[in-house]
């Protein structure tokens, strides 16, 4: 098993550039979110998804979109690039919504720096 | 809103000794996790903590928690090099989204 894939691992964007960070599991974990880490402040949760066709917005959610039509991906969409998002950003997922006794899966990570 | 502090945030200690890591957090929850990331890299689970009084090792490590405290600890043993990376503990609070609130990190640096 994979895990949890993300793509791509390095990118350069332009201010006011678009751009979708991808995001896919294989375990077939319901619960499946994206982070944002910038230095000393952890991780921020930006948007999450408790299933296919249901997200929701997390602790930092402007500037991004995302969608959930299947339950293996995830992607985290830039509308228009500001130096702010740069960061490196982490998608997460989890086998049981509500419970989480197992904790959450990391990808590898993207890292974006906006200039 | 939840907040969660770790202390110290930069940690460097010799190999051989011993210390505590310590992690509290200021709304009740009863799930705690510990994480590690090498620089670099993706966070590794370490530690599922789910209920007052849990102990858990693994090798070198040992992880607590204390849900009245709203504390937990993760504590070393007899530090060795390949234990030099960053520690988070993340608080899980399910009525915000099952959101993980992450600590700001422990940089561990275990010197030979």
């Known amino acids: 098993n994979a895990g949890v894939t993300q793509t791509p691992k390095f990118q350069v964007l332009k201010t006011g550039q678009s751009m979708t960070l991808q995001c896919a599991q294989d375990?077939?974990?319901?619960?499946m979110s994206w982070y944002r880490q910038d230095p000393g402040m952890g991780l921020r949760l930006i948007h999450y998804?408790?299933?296919?066709?249901?997200?929701d917005q997390g602790e930092v959610p402007n500037g991004y979109n995302v969608s959930r039509s299947t339950t293996e991906d995830f992607p985290l969409r830039l509308l228009s690039a500001a130096p702010s998002q740069t960061s490196v950003y982490f998608c997460?997922?989890?086998?049981?919504?509500?419970?989480?006794?197992?904790?959450?899966?990391f990808g590898s990570g993207t890292r974006l720096t906006v200039v | 809103e939840l907040k969660v502090e770790q202390n110290p945030l930069f940690l460097s200690m010799q190999e051989g000794k011993n210390y505590t890591i310590y992690c509290n957090y200021s709304?009740?929850?009863?799930?705690l996790y510990w994480y590690r990331q090498d620089p670099g890299k993706s966070l590794e689970s370490l530690f599922v903590?789910?209920?007052?009084?849990a102990v858990k090792q693994e090798g070198r490590l040992m992880a607590s928690l204390d849900t009245k405290a709203r504390l937990s600890t993760l504590h070393i043993t007899a530090a060795v090099h390949d234990l030099s990376a960053t520690y988070f503990c993340?608080?899980?609070?399910?009525?915000?989204?099952?959101?993980?609130?992450f600590g700001e990190g422990t940089q561990l640096t275990v010197n030979p």
């Open positions: 997460a997922s989890s086998r049981h919504r509500g419970s989480f006794n197992y904790g959450y899966t």
């Open positions: 375990m077939n974990h319901e619960y």
């Open positions: 998804s408790v299933g296919a066709g249901i997200t």
């Open positions: 709304t009740t929850s009863d799930r």
């Open positions: 903590l789910l209920s007052n009084g």
């Open positions: 993340a608080v899980l609070l399910e009525t915000s989204g099952s959101r993980l609130t």
